[in-house]
């Protein structure tokens, strides 16, 4: 009898578990840049502006302002790196928006590549006609040494941004 009660307090403990994870995560959807969800769910349709990074305690938060020709990327201390580019072009069917950067000078023949791809992630695990107030709008930026790597998208580092609004 005791073995049973045992294996009984261990199942429900396991379902437990395993419904309070259903119940309490959240969905992230990895979309192409042109896609209907991404557009109405009041995320922004260019990439233009700044996002604010989703830093883990190991990494410094940061911002990222992205202008035509040039990123920029400011610490919490207030340090500034500044990244240029030229042309952006998308690839693997408009998921990705790659681009080829030069740090500190436009006339720099050091380059690296990143790619940058929108996310969904909903508030709610139930998705219903008001998906503007459920919705965050989210990038990850891949960043590579060179164009071989970006190829076989062997990336060094990766960052989740949010939209971030002054």
Known sequence: MKKLSFFTLKFFLIAVIFLASLLFSTNV???????????????????????????????????????????????RDGSEKFYFYGESKFVKQARFLQVN???????????????????????????????????????????FKNEKQARFDKYQTWDIYENFLD
């Open 29 to 75: 959807f990895s979309l192409g840049w042109a896609d209907k969800e991404w557009v109405s769910s009041g995320c922004p349709s260019k990439i233009l502006g700044v996002w604010k990074s989703r830093s883990s305690p190991d990494k410094a938060p940061h911002k990222m302002q992205i202008k035509k020709g040039m990123i920029l990327l400011t610490t």
């Open 101 to 143: 950067l030069k740090e500190g000078n436009p006339e720099s023949t050091d380059s690296m590549v990143w790619k940058i791809r929108p996310h969904l992630r909903w508030k709610s695990s139930i998705k219903n006609s008001n998906a503007a107030k459920k919705a965050d709008c989210l990038i990850k930026v891949l960043r």
